[in-house]
């Protein structure tokens, strides 16, 4: 359409269904019974109408839609709104016509909706403004709804319905026009229905002659006050065109229109306009379908001349104004006094009314969103996308970054205002089978959303290279586009003739119309009329040629790069820093010289075949060479024309006046607003930004390419060095102006923090304020852009009416000029003032964002100007003046620490860090730095620092690093928090030297030592915290306060157990210079208030701290000290808490004994008490004497009682015995309870021995008793251990004194670690309780020989019958080499195992014993005779052997077991007499050997 007609202006969308909250209410009808199935009204239709409410100035705007027959739509629109609008969805019984009504009552808040349904059902509905109401109910009040069947009044069909205030005409198809009174007169009343018809006065006859002329069906009804009356404007379809009074219900006019039009045109619809002011001309328009031509549609307009006398005379104007629709149907058509607008489907055109039919004023054009959508998703023929992947693949290095770069560019594409569209969005992705429930999709976040859209798009990839993803995002937008055209179709106009406002309806939005600026004038216009833009030019006009020129070369270079190259531009300077934009101009230059690179080619040829690949590489170098020769001649024409490139130079200067941002200056009295037009103010500035960004980066490229080829068309050496100096900084300048403009219409903002919702609360001041809530409410949303957030500021700092104060319909003209009231706050401030760069104002505009958390931007706008400026020569000066690099710097750092605090984590994390740490010793350094940080402690968090006057500059960077380290550690940066305490340091002799001239450096009159301490403990913190051990040790060592050292060394001792690094006290690693026994007692404190149980456990440190340092005996006191808690504090009575408490014990005192073994025998002992007291660090304390050696008592100096107090290794060998034994009892859950070394353990043995732990029982008994006690002891546990051989037990009264409840032998369990362990695992090795007391009998006989005759007498006595084991006989027996002196041996010898078989009548084995040892002495070798025949060398027990005689003969003649007596008798006889005889032989062998 532009190109037919001058564009005068672009629509700017402010209003989507995504800023509404619908509330829907129901409506009921009584006439559900009575409704006829015929449609009386015309079905339902798309449309939309907004109505003007006065004072205040309010809207209300209704749609319906042909998908939602039976609903409609409210919005009421106010300038005082909330950004988040409510909307009230009626819904309706029956289907709508397509017809609305919506006045004014008497109450200003309360408004009358009429509506007629499909089935003929009016209805007349009372709602208020404030929709809130209606959220508690799904109905609506019955009370305040008024319905009216018409069909009761007729069946004729109706074709059309217009109303005003308390009255509805309605349009039948016979002709007929009928009023109808609703909601002022009763159904019933009189008058309640009139019909329009010719029948008053004379008039009445000649309706009867003339009655058989019928009218057309209605095809159009309007209703117009003019001149104080109600006027209807009936059009009927046979081309009839009347006028009726309303209140008379008389006809005024009447005109048969076809004479006026083209044969065959059929009238179609018809429009009112506004009264000329005092002159009474009315116009009208009505649309004609030519049925000559198929699909051609013609308007005409009309004028009616109004005269007021004793009654309205109305005349047809003789001029006529026709307009031809070539393309497009017509939607809908506005009037006024002098403009009439036709909305098409295919655009928004507008033409002057002329007031006579000879003057024709040119039509202009507005360009719709359409198109704009289309221009930014790539899917114009102007605005292709084939150049995209070319040109990134030509620039951007590695190639796997292709992929990226570009999915980055659609996706900033798709989240552009005026393009995103949640609806639309949610649309698309069901096309990929994407299903989310509408909070789902509420909570996606920018980045979230990114992901979602890049893996559909993957998905539906063939493969990953970066033509599949490319047109994957094509084919993306392409589907985008179709369903925001589907779902944004224009409805209807909206033309207010007081304001100049223009809106248009859509079905899910609503826009506005602004004009355009002069760029976009003097581009559209085809470089025509430059000096109605401002433009001054000799006279002879040939410095008009030659900017025309100059023009033509810039846009021809815009076209041969496309629109692609300012996409790849802006995200490379906003996005991801793939490539740099140092690098990015030469590059474009490249490609403008040359070509794509050789990689393009290579990806055509493999993704699109060699052949289509080859063909495509044909064209584009046949393109670059027409390109190439176009501009050099072109340029060489201009430089003949121009004479001398200074000249044309000096043309193009006064060009780039257009591009600049103007300067505006505000009005500091306004309060502030927010409101709709705020969105519009956004919208319109995103569109602008974007041209003028455009242009600047076409005039840049332009000037870089004439530096390129300035030998070939003849540029000197001064005008090269004039655009390398002048021009490219400056064009530079206005580049990034445009681009920080364009960043913040264009960039979603961030999601507030948890950290910082409460700061964001007292910064907005958040509370009753219901507006500033809903705004909070959309940080993060797609559509709700850093712009708005400027936009708060800017309106409460700036009130000039005519360029902030936006109405919420404004002029295209209001807009346009409020976008550069906008956009002069934002580049220059509210004054305006000159300034040598963007840089002031940058950090005046991150404070702003700051503030309500928008770090990223404002790390980008930071950065962004810091690396602006230092492409200028002045950035050195900049840096030396005034401060303002360092407030810069400052609140850089602030960005980047918030940052790395909020969002990430890890190396990133760390990266952040650091430039934020770079970034705060920057803002230090600089001159002015005190001044200007100074005035931004309300503002940007910094802390007033209490004093005032000069300072110098080592006592200012004293004070702000220490602000710096405690925002570090406010932000849990203990990194950044220690270098600048350790900047600090640095600092504070300087700071606080008497020779600094000025004074304030100390206000706290802290003294150097004091300042240095607290800072060394934050060092010392900070390092802790970083888990730099070392370093926190060597902050505490370095400390000069000795109070703030003492409270680091115990800190650092606790977080050492916590940690369970206190080894790093024991390694050997730190020095203790000085500070060993404040370590000591500082590990001393520790144990002494820990639980005794704790791990790692304190008093084992204290061991090896003392270990470490050769102090033995200090290590010995700790651990018998830690013993001794352990023995004495109460522990959880769970049997695992008391085992581990009783190992410990023994740990403990191993410990001890340990250490105690290191020192000079002399020396082994502690004093239990030395761990509670603050011992003398020696290693050899005084000699203690010994108890049993008096004489060493002289001359000590220690008391006889104090001696009794100190322990010596056997003590603590005592105790360890007896706490190893109530270990091992514990694990079998018994009981007993310690008391001490030095009463004998009585009962322990005992226990042991019932529970079996025989190794641990001995080891009592050999090391508590000695002697005659000792020996009685092991008679007493072997007594014990035989029982428990017994099968058969008597009564426990014949087991003595003794009394043991033995029980029955079980496997034992193992506990591992115990201190038995090894003894335990081999005393059970066996099977049964003979082998261990065998075991244990051999280990022990030979401290008590009669221990064997204990066993076997215990064995005897407790079972008579029982059968001795052969290794029990055997210890009686002896050694065989023995035998040969009869039955004589050691203790336990046969003599004694013969008389143990006779007193327990057990006489067969008594009478074998003898009968074995005198056969062995009778027998013995020839070689042994001798020894037998000494005097005294052979004895039996003869009184044994004459017991048992005697037995056998009591036995006999009992007359029990009588031959097995006799029979025993007769062998002991027998071998007792040749005994005997054997001995006198031996005897008299005997004497003779002694006489001789």
């Known amino acids: 359409m532009a190109s037919k007609w001058r564009l005068a202006g672009m629509e700017v969308p402010f209003i989507s269904s995504d800023s509404v909250k619908w509330i829907e209410v129901s409506v009921s009808s009584s006439n559900n019974n009575n409704i006829s199935s015929d449609n009386v009204a015309s079905l339902t239709e798309d449309c939309a109408s907004c109505s003007v409410l006065e004072n205040p100035s309010q809207y209300l705007i209704w749609r319906i839609h042909k998908n939602l027959p039976t609903s409609l739509e409210l919005l009421h629109v106010s300038s005082s709104h909330q950004f988040t609008i409510l909307g009230l969805r009626i819904n309706f019984p029956f289907p709508l016509s397509p017809f609305a009504f919506i006045c004014s009552s008497n109450n200003t808040n309360i408004h009358v909706l009429h509506v007629l349904t499909v089935s003929g059902i009016a209805f007349r509905l009372k709602f208020s403004s404030n929709f809130s109401v209606y959220e508690s109910t799904p109905l609506f009040p019955n009370q305040d709804i008024l319905e009216f069947n018409l069909v009761n009044y007729g069946t004729v069909p109706i074709t059309r319905v217009a109303a005003t205030a308390g009255c509805v005409v309605v349009g039948r198809n016979d002709g007929s026009v009928a009023s109808f009174q609703l909601g002022i007169l009763h159904p019933g009343s009189p008058g309640f229905q009139q019909e329009l018809r010719d029948d008053t006065g004379i008039g009445r006859l000649w309706g009867l002659m003339s009655r058989g002329r019928m009218l057309g069906p209605v095809q159009d009804l309007v209703i117009v006050e003019a001149l104080g009356k109600m006027l209807l404007f009936v059009l009927h379809s046979d081309g009839i065109f009347r006028v009726w009074d309303l209140s008379s219900h008389s006809r005024i006019f009447s005109h048969t229109m076809t004479n006026q039009v083209s044969e065959g045109a059929l009238p179609m619809r018809l429009w009112v306009g506004e009264a000329k002011g005092s002159s009474g001309i009315i116009p009208f328009a009505i649309l004609y379908k030519l049925t000559l031509e198929v699909g051609m549609e013609m308007i005409y307009v009309f004028s009616l001349h109004c005269k007021l006398g004793d009654k309205l005379l109305l005349s047809l104007e003789s001029s006529i104004q026709d307009i031809p629709l070539d393309e497009g149907a017509c939607i809908d058509v506005k009037l006024t006094s002098k403009k009439i607008w036709i909305l098409k489907d295919s655009g928004l055109i507008f033409h002057n009314l002329s007031d006579n039919d000879v003057t024709e004023e040119e039509p202009c054009c507005y360009a719709m969103q359409e198109e704009f959508v289309a221009e930014q998703l790539f899917q114009s023929s102007e605005c292709s996308s084939d150049d995209l992947l070319s040109i990134t693949h030509s620039l951007v290095t590695p190639k796997d970054h292709v992929v990226s ?218 393109n670059l060479r027409k390109f190439s020769i176009d501009m050099l001649l072109s340029l060489h024409a201009l430089g003949k024309k121009a004479v001398s490139w200074d000249r044309m130079l000096n043309v193009l200067e006064s060009y780039l006046q257009f591009l600049v941002p103007r300067k505006i200056l505000q009005d500091l009295d306004a309060g502030a607003v927010f409101n709709i037009s705020t969105s519009i103010l956004v919208q319109a500035t995103c569109q602008i930004a974007k041209v003028m960004f455009e242009s600047a980066l076409d005039v840049l490229l332009f000037i870089s390419y004439l530096l390129s080829i300035g030998g070939q068309i003849g540029i000197s050496h001064d005008d090269m060095s004039r655009m390398q100096l002048e021009f490219i900084p400056m064009i530079q300048e206005i580049v990034f102006e445009w681009l920080i403009i364009l960043f913040f219409g264009t960039t979603p903002s961030e999601s507030p923090t948890l950290e910082d919702f409460s700061s964001q609360l007292s910064s907005l001041q958040i509370g009753s304020n219901g507006g500033k809530r809903s705004w909070n409410d959309k940080l993060g949303k797609c559509d709700f852009t850093l712009a708005f957030i400027l936009l708060l500021n800017f309106q409460s700092s700036s009130g000039d009416p005519s360029h902030i104060s936006l109405r919420c319909f404004p002029s295209p003209q209001e807009v346009t000029s409020s976008v550069w009231g906008f956009t002069s706050w934002v580049i220059w401030g509210k004054t305006g003032e000159e300034s040598s760069s963007f840089l002031k104002r940058s950090t005046q505009l991150s404070l702003i964002l700051l503030k309500h958390g928008q770090y990223d931007a404002v790390k980008y706008l930071l950065t962004g100007t810091e690396a602006n400026l230092q492409k200028e020569k002045t950035f050195r000066s900049i840096q030396d003046s005034d401060g303002d690099w360092c407030v810069l710097q400052h609140l850089l750092g602030c960005c980047l620490l918030a940052q790395a605090q909020c969002e990430l984590h890890g190396l990133l994390k760390e990266k952040k860090v650091c430039e934020a740490v770079r970034c705060f010793f920057r803002a230090a350094s600089g001159q002015g730095a005190f001044q200007a940080l100074q005035s931004l402690s309300h503002e940007a968090g910094l802390p007033n620092l209490g004093f005032n006057g000069c300072l110098s500059s080592a006592a200012w960077k004293l004070h702000y690093y220490q602000w710096a380290m405690q925002i570090f550690e406010q932000y849990s940066v203990s990194e950044g928090a220690c270098q600048f305490a350790l900047a600090a340091l640095e600092q504070v002799d300087e700071a606080l030297s008497p020779k600094d001239d000025c004074h304030g450096g100390n206000p706290l009159n802290e003294s150097a030592a004091t300042i240095k301490g607290r800072l060394w403990a934050n060092v010392f913190k900070f390092t802790l915290d970083l888990n730099l051990l070392h370093d926190a040790y060597c902050a505490i060592i370095s400390n000069p306060d000795e109070e703030s050292k003492c409270i680091c060394l115990r800190r650092f001792i606790i977080v050492l157990y916590e940690r369970k690094a206190a080894k790093l006290l024991c390694d050997g690693q730190l020095p203790f210079i000085g500070i060993a026994e404040k370590i000591e007692r500082e590990l001393a404190w520790k144990a002494d208030r820990s639980d005794i149980l704790a791990k790692p456990n304190p008093y084992e440190l204290l061991y090896a701290f003392e270990m470490q340092r050769h102090n033995w005996r200090k290590a010995a006191s700790y651990m018998y000290l830690y013993s001794a808690r352990l023995r004495t504090e109460p522990v959880p009575k769970d049997s695992q808490h008391m085992l581990s408490a009783l190992q410990e014990r023994l740990n403990g005192l191993s410990a001890a004994i340990n250490a105690l073994h290191l020192v000079h025998p002399a020396y082994a002992w502690i004093d239990p008490f030395s761990g509670k007291n603050s011992i003398q660090n020696e290693h050899y304390p005084r000699k203690k004497a010994k108890k049993t050696v008096i004489e060493q008592l002289v001359g000590s100096d220690i008391q006889p009682q104090c001696l009794q107090s100190y322990i010596d290794i056997d003590k603590l060998e005592k105790e360890y015995v007896l706490t190893s034994a109530a270990y091992l009892l514990s694990t079998r859950n018994v009981k007993w309870t310690f008391n001490g070394i030095n009463e004998v353990p009585s009962d322990l043995v005992d226990l042991l021995v019932q529970t079996n732990f025989y190794d641990m029982a001995f080891t009592v008994l050999l090391k508590f008793w000695k002697g005659s006690r000792l020996r009685r002891e092991l008679e007493i546990v072997f007594f014990a251990m035989s029982l428990k051989c017994c099968p058969n037990k008597v009564d426990s009264a014949c087991l003595g004194t003794h009394g043991l409840l033995l029980t029955s032998s079980k496997d034992e369990v193992v506990v591992h670690g115990s201190p038995d362990n090894i003894a335990a695992a081999h005393q059970y090795k066996g099977n049964g309780q003979w082998e261990t007391l065998e075991l244990y009998l051999i280990k022990y006989k030979d401290f008590h020989a009669g221990l064997p005759i204990v066993v076997a007498e215990t064995l005897l006595r407790t079972d008579p019958r029982i059968e001795l084991p052969l290794w029990l006989i055997c210890m009686f027996k002896g050694d065989r080499r023995e035998r040969t002196w009869g039955m004589t041996s050691q203790e336990s010898s046969p003599a004694s195992l013969f008389r143990l078989y006779v007193d327990y009548s057990r006489y067969t084995e008594a009478t074998n014993l003898l009968l074995e040892y005198i056969e062995s002495y009778s027998s013995m070798k020839p070689t042994d005779i001798i020894n037998r025949k000494r005097p005294f060398s052979v004895w039996f027990p003869y009184t044994a052997i004459e017991s048992l005689w005697c037995q056998l003969e009591e036995l006999i003649r009992s007359g029990h077991m009588v031959d097995q007596c006799a029979k025993l008798k007769k062998l002991l006889h027998g071998t007792l007499l040749s005994h005997l005889k054997l001995l006198k032989v031996d005897s008299d062998d005997a004497i003779s050997a002694a006489s001789s």
């Open 405 to 622: 770069f570009v999915s980055s560019i659609f996706f900033r594409r798709l989240l552009h205002p005026g393009v995103h569209h949640n609806i639309v969005l949610r649309a698309t992705l069901l096309d990929y089978n994407r299903h989310w429930t509408d909070s789902e999709f509420q909570n996606l976040t920018v980045d979230g959303l990114k992901k979602e859209i890049i893996s559909l798009i993957e998905h539906e990839a063939v493969a990953e290279s970066p033509l599949s993803i490319f047109y994957g995002w094509k084919n993306f937008c392409a589907r985008y586009f179709h369903h925001w055209c589907k779902n944004n179709e224009p409805y209807g106009l909206f033309v207010r003739s007081s304001t100049g406002a223009v809106g248009l309806l859509r079905k899910n939005s609503m826009s506005v119309f602004r004009s355009l600026e002069s760029i976009e004038l003097l581009v559209d216009d085809e470089l025509g009329d430059l000096v109605s833009f401002g433009l001054e030019f000799s006279d002879d006009h040939s410095e008009r040629e030659i900017l025309f020129g100059l023009l033509r070369c810039i846009i021809s270079i815009s076209h041969q790069l496309g629109k692609s190259a300012s996409a790849i531009f802006y995200e490379s300077l906003v996005g991801t820093p793939t490539i740099s934009a140092e690098e990015l101009v030469p590059c474009l230059l490249k490609i403008l010289q040359t070509g794509y690179s050789s990689s393009v080619v290579a990806l055509n040829m493999s993704d699109l075949g060699a052949d289509v690949g080859r063909e495509k590489e044909l064209a584009n170098h046949k």
